[in-house]
DNA sequence: CCTGTAATATTACGACCATCAGCCAATTAG
DNA sequence: CTAATTGGCTGATGGTCGTAATATTACAGG
């Protein structure tokens, strides 16, 4: 048996997963059609059923990879350097091949539960990457504090990619690393920010 | 003429995107269809185009509508208040009668030029409310610091509605509001008035 | 030369955007 | 008091594209 080596079905599903990464975020959810999908992995629409039960299938594991993929790039960065990147020019004109949070998350969130699940899964597994890199004595406090900047550098690249005056976008990419590195700063800080309650 | 009254088609205009409104904001922009839209208002397929030139045409008017009501809701609120409220458990699951950035912001980003100029417009009218509450003497730096809130908060209502688990989701939330408030409390600081408000 | 796998090609069927001929009620003209 | 006109709408229709399923072909290795 296995007259094709075990691996090359398994290398044909990654391939398909790893153009449908660019394409998703790209041309959206909806935006992309299954034939599309396949036609970037130099197949045609016929052969998916094979590799996928359905193209939510498709989505949730595509969602899953690139969350992992993102994982491990942070892995070697700094929190500093991941703030700088992310809200980057380049990250910002750079959809298909940057963060899935920015390009599909309310997509994502009108999405079926296990495709919601298998962004939870991924997304939690980052940000507690790097909540034990910010402050490994108070895991729990470091995580709600992560996800908290995590959010708002999202939001911050979506709005500076919704704007259509550039010069405005590129501000609010600049007030977005003030912001976040207040917030991680303020962290490391024990006093609160005493005005308000 | 004239069988209807001079004031009919507008209106039935107005109702239509009131109608998109919601509809959008709950299925997408590519998940909505011109059918769908129009039985939302009474109406079949067949009169849209009487009332717009394409679905693009009308996604541009909701988008700046849905703004404009945002807008006005905002304006009898504190600054406090719009955070709180914002970042609510009841925004965060009513994405059909809740903020359309964050419903929509990445799929407007994917959007044609007009769509992303009525976003735009709509957008800075919201931001120099706010800001001119926050600091009327410095409107320079408070758009900067509105812009910035505005953003991290649409960001943490997406997060939130993406995340499967509901524990956790109801902890971004919370998380972005004391983020929020932070950040508006370090920028007010530095005039010597009281806190928020 | 078989056997089973992976892919292609084709098909079904519905939804999509957009167009257009025609209906219907009310106003206006003759 | 008809008859023509008009505005807003319905209903049907193209033509394309969507997901999913199926029949068929190419091919690798014992």
Redesign the interface.
């Known amino acids: 048996m296995a007259r094709y080596g075990k691996e090359h079905k398994q290398a044909t599903r990654r391939r398909i997963i790893e153009m449908a990464g660019s394409r998703l975020k ?3 959810i ?2 992309s059609g299954v034939a599309t999908l396949m036609a970037d992995a130099g197949l045609t629409n016929g052969a998916f059923y094979a590799h996928f039960d359905s193209k939510e299938d498709l989505v949730a594991s595509t969602v899953a990879d690139q969350l992992r993929e993102q994982r491990e790039r942070y892995s070697g960065q700094s929190l500093e350097e991941i703030v700088r990147g992310y809200l980057s020019i380049q990250h910002r004109d750079d ?1 298909e091949g940057g963060c899935p ?10 999405s079926s ?1 296990s495709v ?2 298998a ?2 899964d991924g ?2 597994a980052i940000i507690d990457d790097a909540a034990a890199r910010l402050a490994p004595d108070d895991p729990q406090s470091a995580r ?2 992560t ?10 690249l ?8 550039r010069r ?1 976008a590129d ?2 990419l ?3 690393i ?2 976040a590195l ?2 991680l700063g ?1 962290e490391q800080r024990v006093s609160p ?1 005493s ?3």
Chains 1, 2 share one sequence.
């Open positions: 790209r041309d959206g909806d935006g959809t949070s920015a390009a599909l998350l309310d997509e994502i969130a009108r539960d919601k699940r962004y939870t997304q939690v709600a504090q996800i908290g900047v995590f959010a708002l550098m999202v939001g911050t979506q709005v500076s990619r919704a704007l259509a005056d405005l501000d609010v600049e007030q977005g003030q912001n207040a917030l303020a920010s005005c308000l309650k």
